[in-house]
């Protein structure tokens, strides 16, 4: 199941990139909220398995 949702958040974070004019003045912001939600899960995983 945790696969899953890394999987899922991944391509969240590929698909918030701001490569659309309309959203190139968003900055990073969606992406870098994607990533730090990727980042916890990631160590969650991690920490799960030790």
Do not use: D, F, K
């Amino acid at each position: 199941m945790t696969l899953v949702l890394a999987i899922i958040l991944a391509l969240l974070l590929v698909g918030t990139v701001p490569v659309w004019p309309h959203s190139i003045h968003w900055g990073y912001y969606p992406s870098s909220g994607v990533g730090v939600l990727l980042a916890i899960l990631v160590i969650y995983i991690i920490l799960r398995r030790v």
